[in-house]
């Protein structure tokens, strides 16, 4: 690796092999020294949860100036916390996570292993930011997203975030083709920081019988806002065609409910 350049280290939770992460590995080479290590397979839906009980493996998959590509058999915390205590030679400028195949807003962003990505990066102080694009499609197309990426990222790597703090990045679906897909957008108007909206998702699960006269569930769900109308959340800014960056920090103190506890405090 080029110590003359910074160093950034890449996981996810769609697999090394997604073509988000291989995206955001061609964006950002440019920038920096690139160490990828990311889950074997598709790892959604496990946000912070890492590995106590499985053994774990690395495997290393491509090797050249500028660029390491690892795969593990864990988490996608897992595969931060191995890349950190036994693949990088020096402490990473940035921990990156995406690109996701898949919205991040709102709520989602406690169940995101890409979220858990960067939030664990924040928890060793490392600035870290998570990108996401409103599409589950393996081909996706992320090539608009890149000049937002590239942007972003350079003014983490000069300027750093508060400690402890992480960027949650979410792109909308863009529609160039007219197919009128729900949700999407005919062009980015531009970036808007803002905060997380309040929703819900509902009606989770999917009751199915078995032939061989056993029900089991599917896990679904439908996304509920619950202010669709506030102009200052991540939804809104989606929904409108702006990309949403919203700063997440790691401490989830509710400091508004230190006066209504106060009366169970010993004195």
């Not at 110590?3 to 920096?32: E, F």
């Not at 005919?186 to 078995?210: F, I, K, L, P, Q």
């Not at 509920?224 to 409108?240: F, G, I, K, Q």
């Amino acid at each position: 690796m080029n110590t003359n350049k910074p160093l950034i280290l890449i996981a996810n939770d769609d697999g090394y092999q997604a073509k988000g992460i291989n995206s955001l590995v061609d964006m950002l080479r440019p920038l920096a020294d690139i160490v990828v290590c990311a889950p074997e397979g598709a790892r959604s839906g496990f946000s912070c949860a890492f590995s106590a009980e499985l053994p774990l493996r690395l495997t290393l998959h491509r090797q050249e100036e500028g660029l390491e590509v690892w795969s593990c058999n864990g988490t996608p915390v897992d595969c931060v916390k191995m890349a950190l205590d036994n693949i990088v030679t020096r402490r990473p400028d940035m921990v990156v996570g995406g690109i996701n195949h898949g919205d991040n807003s709102s709520v989602n962003s406690h169940y995101s292993g890409t979220m858990g990505v960067v939030l664990e990066g924040a928890m060793k102080y490392i600035p870290s930011v998570a990108f996401s694009l409103c599409d589950h499609r393996a081909e996706a197309d992320f090539e608009p997203l890149r000049p937002y990426i590239i942007d972003i990222t350079r003014h983490v790597l000069e300027n750093g975030l508060p400690q402890g703090t992480c960027l949650n990045v979410n792109f909308p679906l863009l529609d160039n083709e007219g197919r009128e897909e729900r949700g999407a957008v005919r062009a980015y108007r531009g970036v808007r920081v803002c905060r997380m909206a309040r929703g819900r998702w509902v009606d989770e699960t999917n009751r199915c019988h078995h032939k061989r006269g056993y029900d089991y569930w599917w896990m679904v769900g439908n996304y509920v806002s619950d202010e669709p109308d506030a102009d200052d959340t991540d939804r809104w800014a989606l929904s409108h065609g702006y990309v949403a960056i919203t700063p997440t920090t790691i401490d989830v103190t509710a400091y508004n409910a230190f006066s209504q506890l106060k009366v169970l405090a010993t004195p």
